[in-house]
């Protein structure tokens, strides 16, 4: 995680980002603090790195990179407004031993890729290219499968889509292609079909240990159907990031994968 110091909105580049609407810094650091101390309470280890000023959008970890084993892809970020984050990012992990390797394709990390602990689902049409998945294959020698993200409310796959669990996952159809869905059908895994409302609080951003699942507090329909399939809903406030089009996950990297 990243620690918010410098979080705001003063530039947008997805359709939830309004610099016309002010963010409160102090809720901001206390929403993001409190998160950090829910993982800790759910048994977590969190590495916490320091943000730079003039770049907001350093708390939304998950677009860091990708991490296998010792190795850290750095995410290469469509937006000039976030690439100067890769270098920090560089370092970051070579500061804690992990070997960086780089793309050559715009990837914006597990916010684009999400591990169901056989295959790397990836999502095109927004952010990362298209071809970003052939490269996290080379470079990290994962399976990928990349899907089309069709709505821009949802822009990064993992607005759109979370893993709950090896066998469950949780998504919003309307995010995907008709040919995207039928690639996620042919995965075998249980899905459970949240709706757009829950999906528009981001209650898809959420991080699951395959039992505890970290989620936005007011996605309620999606918590009950959490706890229909036995999973333990652990709401969080994360309101202040949503105007930024960010939400738990986006403020978490996993780092032991
Ligand atoms: N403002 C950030 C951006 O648009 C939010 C990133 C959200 N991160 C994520 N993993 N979905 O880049």
């Not at 669990?165 to 459970?192: C, K, M, N, W, Y």
């Not at 989620?215 to 202040?240: C, K, N, Y």
């Amino acid at each position: 995680m990243c620690r918010p110091g410098n979080f705001e909105v003063y530039y947008s580049i997805n359709r939830w980002m309004d610099v016309s609407v002010e963010v409160n810094a102090e809720l901001a650091m206390s929403q993001w603090e409190n998160l950090r101390q829910t993982y800790l309470k759910l048994g977590h280890t969190v590495e916490v790195m320091e943000d730079v000023p003039g770049l907001p959008d350093m708390v939304f970890t998950a677009n860091a990179g990708i991490v296998k084993g010792n190795k850290a892809l750095i995410s290469k970020f469509r937006s000039e407004y976030r690439q100067a984050e890769e270098a920090y990012f560089a370092q970051w992990f070579a500061a804690q031993g992990f070997e960086v390797v780089h793309p050559k394709l715009v990837n914006e990390g597990e916010g684009d890729f999400l591990w169901t602990g056989s295959v790397m689902l990836g999502g095109s049409g927004f952010r990362s290219e298209l071809g970003a998945g052939d490269e996290v294959t080379e470079l990290l020698g994962l399976p990928t499968e990349t899907l089309e993200l069709i709505d821009p409310r949802w822009y990064h796959i993992d607005t759109a889509l979370t893993i709950l669990d090896e066998h469950t996952i949780a998504l919003v159809p309307e995010a995907f292609s008709e040919r995207s869905r039928q690639i996620l059908d042919g995965l075998g895994l249980q899905q459970i079909h949240v709706s757009v409302e829950d999906a528009e609080w981001f209650a898809l951003n959420a991080v699951s240990d395959g039992k505890n699942v970290v989620v936005a507090e007011q996605a309620v329909s999606f918590q009950a159907q959490l706890r229909e399939h036995g999973f333990t809903p652990v709401p969080v406030d994360i309101s202040e990031f949503l105007k930024s089009g960010g939400g738990a996950k986006c403020c978490t990297l996993i780092l032991n994968r």
